[in-house]
């Protein structure tokens, strides 16, 4: 049987600043049940290149503008 990795939840310091800049994306997130903030910080953790990170945080942040949740596509 093989280990999985060990998926950590911490707060993407980009993310971090997106949602610094954007005080309506910030409060919008705050407001997010804790379940839903770790499903937002896992979706951009998961991401293997970091164009691809930086895509996810806005695509995040103009979400959380907008008072829409992350969903599947």
Do not use: V
């Amino acid at each position: 049987m093989t280990d999985k990795p060990e998926i950590n939840a911490e707060m993407d310091p980009e993310f971090q600043n997106a949602l610094d800049r954007n005080q309506k994306a910030k409060s919008c997130f705050d407001q997010l049940s804790p379940s839903h903030q770790k499903r937002y910080l896992l979706w951009i953790q998961m991401a293997k290149r970091q164009e691809t990170r930086d895509r996810r945080i806005r695509e995040l942040i103009t979400l959380l503008e907008q008072g829409k949740t992350l969903g599947l596509k």
